[in-house]
């Protein structure tokens, strides 16, 4: 898996669909305009929203043209004894190069290429990257550069807090769903057959940088499902955000640059605010698993195969939704609100025909659980949520059989 700069090698290759159709290419040239229009916009000023952890402050560096200049900026974090680019095949596909000339101004060393799919999210793929680590001679001034999407941003994060008990971290997210949320707040971990995030740290990185260029190689559905995660910053702490997603999802999810530019910085600062008064999920940051209690039992009774991240977070705030409604906190109009956005976005894959009382028994293992009792973070009003429980297993039981029924 680690190669020096120049050589790609995939331990386990991504299936491809077919390509060459129209639709195809009339994606790809809307995905080129995109990234035209996002270049045009690379003189203006990078935006750098600041984020406090217990380790130090840090900052989020967004803009179009921060990936070019990543080494610049990393210089400026003081001596390392040499950087290892850890990334995905998709990413080292399309970014590679780009990256690797960025970075050999800070001593790039050596490129590690592993499977991000949800399922290689696990114990062994830290270890395989681990050992790679020693193989390059990464020692413990060794800086990390996690170059992918939530899973990447998850895995080399636990990672970096883990090798040699700790080496230095930079994000460069390059999905809308690390973008604006993985990538931000330090949270790394990786998953079990029991459940998901189940193995993990707090690790702050020392920087983080989003460049919107990075987008335009988005397969659509990928594109689309990190659209979800935005519309859960709008349910719940930015109501002028949510009314701008009613007005011009559509817009967004033809990846318009304007739009794009308006909704990532937003829920940056979002994030930014949340985990700096709560870096360690001790209260107030339980608001960002909005919908993710539903979400995380989807991914695990389907062993992670079946939905991509947002699209089972699209599930979880429809569920939430409901559930909120149905315990008297959420008017019926506001809880069709926030289904007709989510669905807005795009078709979400069914819900499997996994029983209701399999769904409960893994939302017992949720991190949100206190003696054995659920808990879930509602929306009261658009624009703002917080943690209720204990919540009766009947009442999720109804609110799963109806969606059930639904689909």
């Given at each position: 898996m680690a190669h020096a700069p120049g050589h790609t090698r995939q331990a386990q290759p991504q299936q491809l669909?077919?390509?060459?159709?129209?639709?195809?290419?009339?994606?790809?040239?809307?995905?080129?305009?995109v990234c035209s229009a996002h270049r045009c916009h690379s003189s203006v000023s990078p935006q750098r929203i600041a984020i406090a952890s217990e380790n130090g402050r840090y900052e989020v560096v967004y803009g179009a043209g921060v990936l070019p200049g990543a080494?610049?900026?990393?210089?400026?974090?003081?001596?390392?004894?040499?950087?290892?680019l850890l990334c995905s095949p998709r990413v080292a596909s399309h970014w590679r190069g780009k990256l690797e000339r960025a970075l050999r101004s800070v001593r790039l060393?050596?490129?590690?290429?592993?499977?991000?799919r949800e399922e290689s999210k696990n114990t062994a793929t830290v270890e395989?990257?681990?050992?790679?680590?020693?193989?390059?001679?990464?020692?413990?001034?060794?800086?990390?550069?996690?170059?992918?999407?939530?899973?990447?941003?998850d895995v080399a994060g636990f990672v970096a807090a883990s090798y040699l008990r700790g080496v230095a971290l930079v994000h460069i997210p390059t999905t809308v769903v690390?973008?604006?949320?993985s990538a931000i707040g330090g949270k790394t971990g990786v998953n079990l057959p029991e459940g998901k995030n189940l193995v993990g740290a707090f690790y702050?990185?020392?920087?983080?940088?989003?460049?919107?260029?990075?987008?335009?190689?988005?397969?659509?559905?990928?594109?689309?499902?990190?659209?979800?995660?935005i519309i859960k910053y709008g349910v719940i702490a930015d109501e002028r955000l949510f009314v701008f997603l009613e007005n011009s999802v559509e817009t967004l999810a033809n990846r318009d640059a304007k739009a794009i530019d308006f909704v990532i910085p937003r829920c940056i600062q979002a994030k930014a605010k949340v985990v700096s008064r709560d870096e360690r999920?001790?209260?107030?940051?339980?608001?960002l698993n909005f919908g993710h209690t539903f979400a995380h039992a989807l991914e695990t009774a389907t062993a992670y195969r079946k939905y991509l991240h947002g699209e089972a977070v699209g599930w979880g705030m429809i569920a939430a939704s409901r559930l909120a409604a149905r315990m008297g906190l959420l008017t019926t109009e506001s809880a069709a609100r926030i289904e007709r956005l989510v669905r807005r976005v795009g078709p979400l894959p069914a819900l499997p025909a996994t029983k209701a009382s399999r769904l409960l028994e893994i939302m017992h293992s949720d991190k949100?659980?206190?003696?054995?009792?659920?808990?879930?973070?509602?929306?009261?009003?658009?624009?703002?949520?917080?943690?209720?429980?204990?919540?009766?297993?009947?009442?999720?039981?109804k609110v799963l059989g109806h969606l059930g029924r639904e689909t």
């Open positions: 669909g077919r390509c060459g159709s129209r639709a195809d290419r009339t994606r790809a040239a809307a995905r080129a305009k080494g610049i900026r990393i210089k400026s974090l003081g001596e390392n004894s040499g950087v290892f060393r050596s490129t590690v290429v592993f499977d991000d395989r990257i681990c050992r790679e680590l020693v193989r390059a001679g990464a020692d413990r001034r060794a800086l990390l550069v996690a170059a992918g999407g939530g899973v990447v941003g690390a973008q604006v949320d702050s990185p020392r920087l983080v940088l989003a460049d919107p260029v990075t987008l335009s190689t988005l397969p659509d559905r990928e594109f689309r499902s990190g659209l979800y995660e999920e001790s209260g107030l940051r339980e608001i949100k659980t206190r003696g054995g009792q659920l808990r879930f973070v509602l929306s009261g009003k658009i624009g703002s949520a917080e943690t209720f429980g204990p919540i009766a297993p009947k009442l999720v039981t």
